[in-house]
């Protein structure tokens, strides 16, 4: 099993330790020091004020900060948390993820999700409604543009001809595809090389425009559900990573937190063949992620 964190930017507003360039630097550095295997960011350029007054949180540019991440690490992979594929051009993102992973020696992971806040779509001029055909798009421009040169691409949204981009990345990054749904299975098993569903009861599915995924029976389902369509595909199962959380063990930042019931369930989950766990750090301060990380490593990592 490997693990990885995201920035603990849970909240409107942050602790401002978490946004300087030191405490970006002390998380990652702490979470590659206690064995986690990734660090990333959420992406939100231009977040409502209802939505932040609603429970919704900050969040820093995440290439920008992965990559200063990336400067005082050296195994760390650099996975966010996620990038909304939509917001941005797809040749861009290409530009981006590619610098990022020659940068750190091949260490960048894009994780991408086609996004659910309307009102951030209409602050950056991108049609809500159209969000599902150009997450699609995008996701064949950028697979192209890494690994073609005088690459052309005809489609609604993106148009080019005879495009190359160097430097490419070391390699081709593994692409993660989130969400919750069928739809997001089969984009998985048509482009991606890991599926990150996330933990979502039925009210926080309804908001996030997903299906309801608050059980590992359900995450079972799903990844049943991933196999077959793998396979008709003709891709091996074995070859695409999950991403979850995990259920047990309570959260990792509090007092009560029990290492070795998580550890239960890090056994059932890798039974069912997640990869990656994703592992929440508290936010309250910056004294309190790294403690939480450091005790995560030695009560959970070390004996896993």
């Known amino acids: 099993m490997r ?45 409502s004020q209802r939505w932040l007054d609603a429970g919704g949180h900050d969040a820093l540019d995440p290439f920008v900060a992965m990559a200063y991440a990336a400067a005082r690490t050296t195994t760390l992979r650099l996975v966010p948390n996620i990038v909304v594929l939509p917001y941005r051009n797809p040749f861009v993102v290409a530009k981006s993820g590619a610098t990022l992973d020659l940068l750190s020696g091949g260490r960048f992971t894009l994780a991408v999700g086609v996004g659910y806040l309307k009102r951030e779509f209409a602050a950056l001029g ?23 040169d005088d690459f052309s691409y005809v489609g609604r949204h993106f148009s080019a001809k005879g495009i190359t981009a160097h430097p490419r990345p070391v390699n081709p990054p593994p692409i993660w595809i989130g969400g919750n749904t069928a739809a997001a299975r089969a984009r998985v098993a048509r482009h991606g090389d890991g599926w990150c569903p996330f933990a979502a009861p039925p009210g926080l599915a309804h908001t996030a425009g997903t299906a309801a995924l608050d059980s590992i029976d359900r995450l079972a389902a799903g990844i049943e559900d991933l196999r077959v369509r793998l396979a008709a595909a003709g891709r091996d199962p074995s070859s695409i990573d999950i991403v979850f959380n995990n259920f047990h063990g309570g959260n990792p930042g509090d007092d009560g937190f029990d290492a070795d019931a998580y550890l239960e369930g890090v056994d059932a989950l890798a039974a069912l063949g997640v990869t990656w766990l994703h592992v929440t750090i508290p936010g309250d301060s910056l004294a309190h992620a790294l403690e939480t990380v450091e005790r995560f490593g030695k009560t959970v990592i070390g004996p896993n």
């Open 126 to 148: 991108v049609g809500f409604d159209e969000r599902t055909e150009l997450f699609d798009e995008a996701l064949d421009v950028i697979r192209g543009i890494w690994t073609t």
């Open 3 to 47: 693990y990885s964190i995201t920035h603990p930017m849970h909240s409107h507003p942050y602790h401002p330790d978490l946004v300087s360039g030191s405490g970006v630097v002390e998380v990652a550095a702490a979470a590659e020091a206690a064995g986690f295997h990734g660090f990333g960011f959420t992406d939100h350029p231009a977040p």
